[in-house]
């Protein structure tokens, strides 16, 4: 057991430390840094800078643009960007379609979308969940029925997230109504200006529209666009959702958070002193960063478990359910930081009427509540976990 | 970055396994429980045997140099046996400040410690000290080419059977001033020390410590008069974290055998784990389990890397804290009414695991000391 990095690796860190800081334009940083949203262009305009560095998809295979980098150096790299205040890329296209594609895609799918995917040219979003099916996922109920060579989709999507910003969608669909539910799911790509798509902004409590409703009318989708075979989505959708957990406790954005809240926190006047010296808040403030440091190391064990050859696993909903906790609790503490400064509405774009970190604290509180939801909520994650380590 | 253990640590792990499994069957536990001296020193002399008393010590000590990963692996494996013989007060805790004394006190003393022959305990805090380590009100007067102890030391482990003790002793300043603490070694039989021995409520042995007078040499201190705190406080660090070892091993067995009770125990006609309140109470221990691991191999890294220590130490104890409750609440829970009982195991490790938070300070008392360390 070695606490340290070897002398590549180290050399490695260096080489994305100097990279994100010449390159992460000053405006985006600023952003991330006061947890705005970003809008459409600053997210392109960064994610082609990585496209540029052949960065922007470490975990594809090298032959189709991928790095070839060790579990180890993903997670510096991960780290890095993160703590850079270096917005995370938009996972719909390069972390969640793209892995299906080249996976159970044709030659002639993977040639068709991956280039664009990789580039950024093309943006998508995820067609999964549906009013009726949260949670219970396969329980899906919109339908394609085969007419020649098309499918006629009909239904709806739910929480598709910048699916305004949207070229195509990747959608779970049911084909045979009859079979057993996992069993009667297909795999569909869908273009977004195909007739009877229709998205429908769905505004959530802190004011900002982030996710839709997607409807569908009678759109015929080619049957070309769909990938794997016809009732085998499941397997392709059980694939994605493992990829969608393994990254998800960013620790470098962790940590920048907690560095975020403590440099504002010593800045807010609280009596002749300062909030973050204040004992009761500084505890709740150490037991974060505690929790932090705890999951880098379990984040750490699991890749070395993955560098020696095993599987993460279902340790990775441990990273989820930990992770997610945690971004919550760290935006807790930024709204109480803000104190009446946080009071304020303040629309998407908004200026704060106080310190610039308040203008998001209660926005940014209210819209982390989704994170223990989304991606299989913290209770799917413990049903996972209940199978697959309890052994129940 | 490297998580893997070598072949040599493997080993090592094997051969306290099977030392516990052979060993430490409950029964076999609950007889020694019942003795005078609450553990065996056949065993003791078999752990000499076996080398895990020499690991931490130096070669040229005649020790293993082993490193912190080594401990841990002992400790650990140690917990899960819930094993009473004193590894920890006498090879982590008072071998830890013994290998930082002069050459002569080490010539003295260790080969005894790693022989198997001598078991030494340390006694670091007064009535008033609760958790702070600067807190000494037990004097120590110059008296001629020597000192005259007096004083009294509260829950020394291992304290009713040493042979040898270091304890800590105010040579000057105020009662809570960081200097003017001074480590000595005495032996137990001095003249003037009294012992209350006493069984705690976790099946293990101590004693309170009463100072009349004791009288020892200039040449029985550990590093230089006045400046005994650092040492204390560097080894306590190394101590927390071997503590945080044993606590691994006592948590990862109250949520196996948690999950196993689960599965045989029936109500309403079934297995209660097939009840997801249950499940989710257990999938939470294990995720604190595997939390509270992390915080241990942080620690041990921290520790063989060599970097400032008392952070990291500060750091596993809170864990060990929000870590054990929960764990330690839910696998009795889960039990129900037979988690009461004496009878069954987990009861034993849930009252070790509550001993091991309030040693060497709760939470409350290492989230400040956390929150207030320098990086």
């Known amino acids: 057991m070695d606490l340290e990095f070897s002398k590549e690796e180290l050399a490695f860190r260096e080489e994305v430390r100097a990279f994100v800081a010449a390159k992460l334009p000053e405006g985006i940083r600023e952003k991330i840094d006061q947890g705005q949203p970003l809008n459409k262009q600053e997210i392109v305009h960064w994610q082609k800078i990585l496209y540029e560095k052949g960065w922007i998809a470490p975990n594809w295979p090298v032959e189709l643009g991928g790095t070839g980098w060790s579990p180890t150096q993903m997670y510096i790299f991960d780290d890095e960007m993160g703590a850079a205040g270096a917005p995370p890329v938009v996972p719909f296209g390069l972390k969640m379609v793209a892995p299906v594609i080249y996976t159970f895609g044709t030659e002639e799918q993977k040639k068709r979308f991956l280039p664009d995917i990789l580039a950024s040219n093309v943006w998508w979003c995820q067609g999964y969940s549906e009013p009726g099916s949260g949670s219970d996922l396969a329980s899906l109920t919109t339908r394609a029925v085969r007419d020649g060579d098309h499918y006629v989709v009909n239904g709806i ?107 504002e926190a010593g800045k807010i006047k609280a009596g002749d002193g300062v909030l973050l010296e204040q004992p009761t808040f500084a505890r709740r403030v150490a037991e974060v960063e505690i929790q932090i440091t705890a999951l880098e190391f379990t984040t750490l064990r699991i890749l070395s478990q993955v560098a020696r050859g095993g599987a993460p696993g279902a340790e990775s909903s441990l990273l989820k359910v930990r992770g997610t906790e945690i971004q919550q609790a760290l935006t807790e503490l930024l709204l109480e930081a803000a104190g009446y400064e946080g009071f304020a509405f303040v629309p998407e774009g908004g200026k704060a009427l106080g310190a610039k970190f308040t203008a998001r604290a209660a926005a940014n509180y209210f819209n982390f509540r989704k994170v223990t939801i989304y991606g299989g909520s913290s209770e799917i994650q413990k049903n996972i976990m209940t199978k697959a380590v309890l052994g129940l | 970055m490297d998580f893997a253990f070598t072949e040599e640590q493997n080993l090592l792990r094997d051969s306290v396994r099977k030392f516990v499994e052979k060993d430490y069957a409950f029964e076999a536990r609950r007889a020694l429980l019942k003795t005078d001296l609450g553990f065996s020193r056949e065993h003791w002399k078999g752990f000499a045997e076996l080398g895990w008393t020499a690991l931490p010590f130096s070669e040229a000590d005649g020790g293993l140099s082993g490193k912190a990963v080594d401990t841990m692996i002992v400790l650990e494996e140690l917990g899960k046996g819930l094993v009473l013989e004193p590894y920890l007060p006498t090879i982590v805790f008072a071998g830890g400040l013994l290998r930082r004394a002069s050459d002569a006190l080490r010539e003295r003393y260790l080969p005894g ?53 270091i304890v800590s002793a105010r040579t000057s300043g105020e009662m809570n001033a960081r200097d003017g603490i001074t480590l000595f070694v005495l032996d137990a039989k001095t003249a003037g020390l009294e012992r209350v021995n006493y069984a705690t409520v976790d099946g293990l042995r101590a004693a309170n410590i009463t100072l009349n007078g004791v009288k020892v040499g200039a040449d029985q201190v550990i590093g230089e008069v006045d400046k005994g705190l650092p040492i204390l406080e560097a080894v306590t660090d190394e101590v927390i974290v071997a503590l945080g070892a044993e606590a691994t091993g006592l948590m990862e067995v109250l949520y196996k055998s948690t999950v196993a009770y689960c599965k045989e125990r029936k109500q309403f006609g079934v297995p209660i784990a097939a009840f997801q309140v249950l499940q989710h109470r257990m999938v939470d221990m294990f995720m604190e389990y595997e ?85």
């Open chain 1, 157 to 263: 999507k739910a929480w598709t997230t910048l699916a305004q910003h949207a070229d195509w969608i990747f959608c779970l669909v049911r084909t045979d109504p009859n079979a057993k539910k996992q069993q009667g799911i297909t795999f569909l790509l869908i273009d977004m200006k195909t007739p009877g798509v229709t998205v429908h902004p769905v505004i959530t409590m802190e004011g900002d529209h982030e996710v839709n409703e997607t409807h569908f009318e009678d759109v015929r989708v080619p049957v070309a666009n769909r990938v794997g075979g016809e009732n085998q989505g499941w397997t392709c959708a059980k694939y994605l959702l493992t990829h969608e957990r393994t990254s998800v406790a960013n620790i470098g954005n962790l940590k920048r958070n907690l560095r975020r809240l403590r440099r």
């Open chain 2, 113 to 165: 410690l790693i022989g198997g022959e001598t078991i030494a305990a340390v006694g670091y805090a007064d009535p008033e000290s609760r958790f702070d380590l600067a807190t000494v009100t037990t004097t120590a007067k110059r008296e001629g080419n020597g000192f005259v102890l007096s004083g009294k030391k509260l829950a020394v482990l291992a304290g009713h059977a040493a042979d040898i003790l």
């Open chain 2, 291 to 375: 939390q509270f691991k992390s915080m241990t191999y942080m620690a041990t890294m921290t520790q063989d890397a060599q970097r400032p220590l008392g952070k990291a130490a500060s750091g596993l104890k809170v864990m060990l804290t929000r870590c054990g409750r929960m764990i330690g609440h839910a696998a009795i829970q889960n039990h129900g009414g037979m988690g009461m009982t004496d009878e069954l195991a987990v009861s034993h490790f849930f009252k070790r695991l509550t001993m091991i938070d309030l040693l060497f300070g709760n939470a409350d008392y290492h989230l400040d000391r956390y929150r207030t360390l320098p990086e």
